[in-house]
């Protein structure tokens, strides 16, 4: 039987085609961390997408047509989630002019201007409410202004949307930028033949859609690390009154169930013992530490304390494969990020196998200084916890093999 890992190995890279002459798509993932004045506080993953990009105009494409999401817009445009805040950055980077494209459909006769190679950017792809939908007019329209589509959205290959999977159904030529190849090949080392022990350190804000996926990596997995405010909401399930925390409250019932699956699998569970409280998030003025069920009322759990930081490190000390998503704590402020940067010293000295993923994580990471000392720096959160699922990841299922 073959595993995820080599169905996704199998995939065609943009080598294995000609591009000369062509309107290249390419779907990237530009979903940066970026601040309220729109500073783009990391821009690892638009220097992660530079080498298929460049290939690209190395090769001649016709046209290259950049497509990503930007955060999670919940109804057509707004500002804030513009990818207009990206172009310059990526002209930077690229050294080359990036023409930004507000409306796509429109865009035809430019796109197929074979003049200059020209580089485009379409605005952010999830203000099409068919996107998320993987809506079939949607991957239609992406189809109709390309000849080849590349997927290089290693972050984003874990959702099945229009500008991630769909369009490969209506391009005849669909493969994998490389990125995409170089991630998959990198997990290839952690998950094929794993060494023991394993740990999962997660964390974060994303609880929705990664406390659902912890149930199914549990077989796979020896420890399980749990902060940020990924842990607010199993501390809150077992009884701890997190008062102001940011927590999901309508997934109490599956952390519960989460720590059934580990206990059935006999995977051990680490949760913060003492947490961070402020007062305020956005002004704070009262700050202490206190035993994670004595979060006083009003007031909110932003980081892991320092008794939880050792009893992680120690958890840590002793794995051989360490996979980190998401910070434990709003690690953006600097009052709150000490959690963070400690758990990312103590992973980096380990003697693990140790891989980071997710926007905030890395940049968290490159933060704290640490990021020439992890074995790999994904740029997927979301995605590489689905590859450790074992899952074919959408965004490789259609490409050519
Ligand atoms: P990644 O981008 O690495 O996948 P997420 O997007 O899931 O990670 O989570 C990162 C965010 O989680 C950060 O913005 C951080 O401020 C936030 N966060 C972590 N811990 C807490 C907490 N206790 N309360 C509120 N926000 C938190
Ligand atoms: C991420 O930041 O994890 C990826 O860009 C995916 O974003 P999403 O979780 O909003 O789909
Ligand atoms: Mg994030």
């Not at 020896?222 to 842990?231: E, F, H, P, R």
Request: with cysteine; charged share 25%; proline share 3%.
């Amino acid at each position: 039987m073959t595993s995820n890992i080599e169905f996704m190995s199998g995939v065609k890279g943009l080598k294995d085609i000609d591009v000369t002459g062509k309107r290249v798509l390419i779907r990237v993932d530009f979903n940066v961390p970026m601040d309220a004045q729109f500073n783009i506080a990391d821009d690892r993953r638009i220097r992660a997408a530079l080498p298929t990009i460049n290939y690209c105009i190395d090769h001649n494409a016709c046209s290259i047509t950049l497509v990503s999401h930007f955060g999670d817009p919940k109804g057509g445009y707004e500002e804030r989630f513009s990818l207009r805040h990206i172009q310059k950055r990526l002209e930077r980077l690229l050294q080359k002019k990036v023409e930004f494209i507000e409306d796509f459909e429109n865009a035809h006769a430019e796109i197929a201007s074979c003049s200059l190679e020209r580089v485009f950017l379409l605005e952010n792809i999830r203000f099409h409410s068919g996107e998320k939908k993987n809506d079939a007019e949607l991957s239609k329209k992406l189809a109709s202004i390309c000849d080849v589509y590349v997927n290089d959205a290693f972050g984003t290959s874990h959702r099945k949307h229009a500008s991630t999977y769909g369009i490969s159904e209506y391009v005849s030529i669909s493969v994998a930028g490389f990125l995409m190849l170089k991630e998959i090949a990198a997990f290839s080392k952690a998950l094929e033949k794993p060494v023991k022990p394993i740990a999962l350190v997660i964390g974060g804000a994303k609880i929705s859609s990664k406390i659902t996926l912890l149930s199914a990596v549990m077989p796979k997995i020896d420890k399980l690390i749990i902060g940020g405010a990924m842990s607010n909401t199993f501390l809150h399930a077992m009884g701890c009154d997190m008062q102001a925390s940011l927590f999901e409250p309508e997934y109490l019932e599956t952390a519960l169930k989460v720590l059934d699956e580990a206990k059935r699998n006999k995977v051990k569970v680490y949760l913060p013992v003492d947490v961070v409280i402020t007062d305020s998030v956005e002004h704070p003025i009262d700050i202490k530490v206190v035993p994670a069920q004595d979060v006083l009322e009003g007031f909110s759990a932003v980081d892991i304390g320092p008794a939880s930081v050792k009893l992680f490190h120690e958890a840590i000390e002793l794995s051989n494969t360490i996979i980190w998503n998401g910070p434990v704590g709003m690690y953006e402020v600097e009052k709150f990020s000490k959690g963070t940067y400690k758990l990312a010293n103590a992973i980096a000295d380990s003697y693990a196998y140790t891989i980071v993923g997710g926007g905030d994580t890395a940049d968290a990471v490159e933060k704290a200084g640490e990021s020439q000392n992890f074995s790999f720096i994904s740029t997927g959160g979301g995605a590489s916890l689905e590859l450790l699922e074992g899952k074919i990841l959408p965004g490789f299922e259609l490409l050519n093999r």
